[in-house]
């Protein structure tokens, strides 16, 4: 469709209005005459007597000017009538013609107004509606490819440490069966030997036999018939051994893949992606319904949640087979983590269960977290290694370090990032699959921002937050890994531990100077000590939140976790 000149100017500031000379807002228009106008130039057009009629609005109300046709039987006249029972248009000579007596007519011009609004409102659904509606579920399927691909090199990472799990039981089995060959081997050749042996004893006694023989046989026939006879031993009987037979393993290429695992599709039934409703639409989207979602709940907790004037405790856990709680962390699964400074980690149940317990070389480091996945991942700073413990309890070993040491970690709610903060010294960034993404070790001052970040986390801003034990600081970097603050404590002495965030991007640090919980702003501010001695809090070492908002505070010398509420 060509466009006007008057529609032409609706795309700059403001539309100009039609009457000459006037370059006012053109904010009403006349249907009549098919003219914007301003407001001053409406008033004096509808004080025309020739113009008492005309319909003036505003100018997003107007009708759109009909096209000129000409009728075909009357070609100086122009085509602007509908004749609804011969489905014609006529000219205003055609209407009065007596064929269209009585019939009833519309309006051209009324006809195309009302199409125009019609159409004009599907076109406002493709644009408010169906468009942003098949981005978003497009976008959907982006993230769930994305998905797919870290699930897909997951199951193929865990099938090659499968593999390499079973081959190494394979070497250890068949040495095992060798070293029993060897012996069997050294045990028969060692009868043989004594055999051997026997026969060679006897050779000699035949031989000392032979020269007896030899003498008398020399001797005179007088003494040799009053000499007995000498008897000769009888040949010594000896057994042959018997090899032991090997047997071939009874097993097939079936049976190996059993012992891997097995790999298919859950027999569910797809969830259909939902589609939002379209009377629920007011404004465009730019979301996916999922996104919209969390970004609701989260903006409406934001706004609903603030911090208390008062710390409230909660309750207690006594945790078993640990003798301090210097890490606590709670799962997905809203189970309990902890560990103590000899190497223990323990998980149990909310009613303190002991559910499992794993002898580990981690000590006084924040060096385990559970994972977007339900399992959970640990260091071993020894081996350089990060294991993963799946929700079956099998350990595969997931992250080799090379030559740096691994002793704190956290997996990122955000992305499900693996972030690592190594010894001398430096935070590496892994994702899902293990694979190295980021290094941070200096400012843009290229000095060194780490000593020993012993603890670890993520805000919700993405910034990542260690307590450096030799550094006596809180570094936090963004996550881009520019330095943005340190954060030494309110006294002369600070000495950091188990650090966590809040949904509010609050930041909780354990002081083991002061025994203390500060509770920082996302900034870095100080905001107050959250927890003393006054709440019973004696030597707090390590701390978290979780999905409920309730502050878990484990300490030093006890198995004791408690419980507060600090956010309302």
């Not at 393993?249 to 409703?277: H, M, S, W, Y």
């Not at 709610?413 to 293990?434: C, F, P, Q």
């Not at 400012?443 to 805000?459: A, F, R, V």
């Not at 203390?516 to 927890?531: E, K, M, N, R, W």
């Amino acid at each position: 469709m060509a466009t006007t000149s008057n529609e032409q100017a609706a795309g700059q500031h403001y539309l100009v209005c039609g009457i000459q000379d006037c370059q006012k807002n053109g904010q009403f228009y006349c249907n009549d005459c098919h003219q914007p106008m301003c407001e001053q130039c409406k008033e004096e057009h509808r004080k025309s007597p020739n113009n008492k009629n005309h319909d003036l609005v505003l100018y997003r109300q107007r009708k759109h000017r009909l096209s000129i046709e000409k009728c075909k039987l009357h070609p100086m006249k122009n085509v602007d009538i509908f004749c609804k029972e011969c489905k014609t248009l006529l000219c205003l000579k055609c209407f009065i013609m007596k064929e269209h007596k009585g019939h009833e007519i519309d309006y051209l011009e009324d006809i195309y107004a009302e199409k125009y609004a019609l159409w004009q409102g599907e076109f406002s659904k493709i644009q408010k509606y169906f468009l942003p509606t098949s981005e978003g579920l497009k976008t959907d399927i982006e993230e769930d490819v994305s998905e797919i691909k870290n699930i897909m090199e997951n199951i193929r990472t865990s099938m090659k440490a499968e593999a390499e799990s079973l081959k190494n039981l394979v070497d250890e089995v068949t040495s095992e069966k060798i070293e029993h060959t060897h012996t069997m081997e050294k045990s028969l050749l060692k009868m043989l030997k004594s055999q051997e042996t026997t026969y060679d004893n006897y050779i000699t006694y035949l031989e000392e036999m032979s020269d007896k023989f030899q003498e008398y046989l020399s001797t005179t026939n007088q003494k040799l018939l009053s000499s007995d006879i000498l008897k000769i031993q009888s040949v010594p009987e000896t057994s042959k051994p018997v090899p032991p037979v090997f047997t071939l393993g009874q097993f097939n290429r079936d049976d190996v893949a059993k012992l891997l695992g097995r790999l298919n599709i859950p027999n569910t039934e797809p969830e259909k992606r939902k589609i939002q409703p379209m009377e629920a639409v007011s404004t465009p989207m730019k979301f996916t319904e999922k996104q919209m979602e969390q970004s609701k709940e989260k903006s409406d907790m934001k706004q609903t949640l603030s911090l208390s004037s008062s710390v409230t405790k909660v309750r207690e856990y006594s945790v078993p087979g640990v003798s301090s709680a210097h890490h606590v962390l709670v799962d997905i699964s809203c189970r309990l983590w902890v560990s103590d400074w000899e190497g223990n980690l323990v998980q149990t149940d909310l009613q303190g269960k002991q559910l499992q317990k794993i002898q580990t070389s981690g000590g006084s480091d924040g060096y385990h977290t559970p994972t977007q996945g339900g399992g959970l991942i640990y260091t071993d700073k020894i081996k350089k290694v990060i294991y993963r413990i799946t929700q079956d309890r099998r350990i595969t070993e997931f992250i080799k370090t090379g030559d740096w040491k691994p002793v704190s970690v956290h997996s990122s709610r955000i992305n499900g990032d693996i972030l690592v903060g190594m010894r001398e010294a430096k935070v590496t960034r892994y994702n899902k699959a293990g694979k190295e993404i980021q290094n941070i070790q200096r400012d843009n001052q290229e000095q060194e921002l780490y000593k020993y970040p012993h603890y670890i986390t993520e805000n919700i801003n993405g910034d990542i937050c260690t307590s450096d034990y030799n550094k006596r600081a809180v570094v936090v970097v963004n996550k881009s890994g520019q330095h943005r603050f340190f954060y030494t404590g309110q006294g002369s002495e600070f000495c950091p531990w188990g650090i966590c965030t809040d949904v509010l991007g609050h930041i909780l640090v354990c002081d083991s100077v002061s025994d203390t919980v500060h509770l920082l702003d996302q900034d870095g501010g100080f905001l107050s000590f959250i927890l003393s001695e006054q709440q019973g809090i004696e030597f707090p070492r390590g701390v978290c939140v979780d999905d409920e908002n309730n502050l878990y505070v484990g300490q030093h010398d006890t198995n004791t976790v408690t419980v507060y509420k600090y956010l309302q």
